[in-house]
């Protein structure tokens, strides 16, 4: 009577779902993304790691002089056992940088400081906020080549990941087609049916042996590879969000400063006017009529100076500006 030979092959495959051991925990939502739009580095899952029963890689195959191959039937296939990448974010290209370059409150910012009222604000105070101004911009300056240089890295992440999927992958199909044929072999080699079948099933063995020693050299590989990339993306995830504290900050000052021009800007009593054009007598070219562009507590308005027959000249040059004063606004007339 031929003797059984009993061997369990397991291994891991493809089965649906990861355990929780596998899973990290959610991070908080990043303060920039939720009030700019921006998209930070998401840590949600880590690196797929493969982890192997105890004695998978351990036990020997013995082959009697006579006797049937028997292979128990692959153990269950669990999905946990091989690491998970932590995604990389979600690209942008250039995020930050251009978060930076083209932020709204800092383009307001310069439309105020370049606001033809300016000139007439208090000397001091103008001062104080061209000083403010170029505090500003030279903190603008200053952060965006640290904001280009994680943007680089954001895409050496992504790719980094990219690669990291595809493997994973091709790994989870090797799996299922080791698995497939370990189960093939079962179906014929439980029990050997006769002396020939046996004879290939102590070959098969032997291949499948030297299958399982490469693929599992293959995926510690791919596990020592996530290990590294989730502990660099951690780093690079504190990194990231510690300079969006950066941004905010900074991007806070802005919008102080531009509350303080807004309110050193207002001109509710005297207002301000552009000369548009002056008309002068084609005889002795004295000046007939003024043309401005008037803002008057906030609404801009087009007003011809009266008839200038003693030859006064305008308040000021064309294309000047003046603040309007009690005089000519009562004499203003809307230009019809």
């Known amino acids: 009577m031929l003797t059984a030979l009993i061997v369990a092959v397991s291994f891991v495959g493809s089965g649906a779902g990861f355990a929780a051991d596998g899973v990290a925990p959610l991070a908080k939502k990043d303060p920039l993304a939720q009030r700019a739009g921006l998209i930070q580095p998401e840590r949600v899952l880590g690196a797929r790691i493969f982890r192997f029963p105890a004695g998978l890689d351990t036990g020997e195959f013995k082959v009697p002089a006579k006797g049937v191959v028997v292979l128990k039937e692959v153990a269950p296939a669990t999905r946990d056992k091989k690491r998970k990448a932590k995604p990389a974010a979600k690209l942008i290209r250039g995020q930050l940088g251009a978060y930076i370059r083209n932020n709204p409150n800092w383009l307001r910012a310069v439309e105020l400081i370049n606001d033809p009222r300016f000139v007439y604000v208090d000397s001091v105070e103008q001062e104080m906020l061209k000083a403010e101004y170029a505090e500003r911009g030279s903190e603008r300056t200053t952060m965006l080549p640290k904001a280009d240089g994680l ?43 006769d002396e020939e079948t046996y004879l290939w099933c102590i070959q098969n063995k032997r291949r499948l042996d030297a299958w399982k020693a490469v693929l599992l050299g293959e995926i510690d590989a791919y596990n020592r590879e996530a290990e590294r990339y989730n502990r660099e993306q951690a780093d690079f995830v504190d990194r990231w969000n510690a300079f969006v504290d950066v941004i905010l900050a900074w991007e806070a000052k802005v919008k102080e400063f531009i509350q303080k021009m807004e309110k050193a800007l207002i001109m509710p009593d005297v207002g301000w006017c552009k000369v548009l054009r002056i008309v002068r007598d084609p005889t002795d070219n004295h000046v007939i009529l003024c043309k401005f562009l008037c803002n008057i507590n906030g609404v801009l308005t087009p007003v011809d100076s009266p008839p200038q027959p003693t030859g006064k000249p305008c308040i000021a040059d064309e294309g000047g500006f003046f603040p309007i004063p009690p005089s000519l606004r009562a004499s203003c007339r809307e230009s019809r």
């Open 151 to 193: 943007d680089a890295e954001d895409v050496t992440f992504a790719e980094w990941k990219r690669r990291l999927d595809i493997e994973s992958d091709r790994l989870d199909k090797e799996i299922a087609d080791y698995n497939n044929q370990v189960a093939y072999h079962n179906s014929i080699c439980n029990p050997a049916p």
